[in-house]
């Protein structure tokens, strides 16, 4: 069985196993530390995840939700198809809520990044500063409900996609980077 990413799922999971973070931003946190992790990151994520709520890896079919995510999401960032895909709700919900979502997954790709050891000071490539400053003003901007609806869908999606390519390039240069691999692999 296919694993597909559901918004409205993992929404429900995160509300009903008391996760404080938005199924967006969680999934935000999740994608940073593969980005910065790789192998390391399903373990931190899940930390954090049971950290935040301690009950909500108890059950085992909920771990092996999170779990598939995981690897899910892990699987879209290797592959070279441009198949990566932001937990955002659908495109059927308000513009509204779809502005908020991508806020938060923004705001969590930014926390992961801290946790997962991208520091201020860090020498990163301009490309990678680039993105996080903008995830930062992203994560921080709103929507107006009197803006013309297709010029705020046409941004949603341009956005949207700046992220996904933003993100996918971090994912490169960061597996590249020797920095950001863990003591305890070896490249070859």
């Avoid at 879209?76 to 955002?88: C, H, I, M, R, V």
Wanted: proline letters at 2%.
């Amino acid at each position: 069985m296919k694993f597909m990413m559901e918004y409205d799922e993992i929404y429900e999971l995160c509300q009903q196993t008391g996760v404080e973070y938005s199924a967006s931003e969680c999934h935000g946190i999740l994608c940073a530390l593969i980005c910065t992790q790789g192998e390391s990151a399903l373990d931190m994520w899940l930390s954090l995840i049971e950290e935040d709520a301690p009950n909500a890896l108890s059950e085992a079919d909920n771990k092996r939700y999170f779990e598939n995510l995981h690897h899910h999401s892990s699987q879209q960032l290797q592959a070279n198809d441009f198949s990566f895909e932001l937990l955002l709700p659908d495109d059927e919900q308000a513009l509204t809520e779809r502005a908020v979502a991508m806020a938060d997954w923004c705001q969590g790709f930014l926390f992961g990044a801290g946790i997962g050891g991208i520091k201020d000071n860090n020498d990163l490539p301009d490309d990678i500063n680039d993105l996080l400053r903008d995830l930062g003003n992203i994560a921080q901007a709103g929507y107006d409900d009197d803006e013309d609806e297709n010029s705020g869908e046409s941004a949603y999606m341009e956005l949207t996609e700046y992220i996904k390519a933003g993100v996918m390039l971090t994912y490169v240069e960061l597996q590249m980077s020797t920095r950001f691999i863990p003591d305890d692999q070896t490249i070859h």
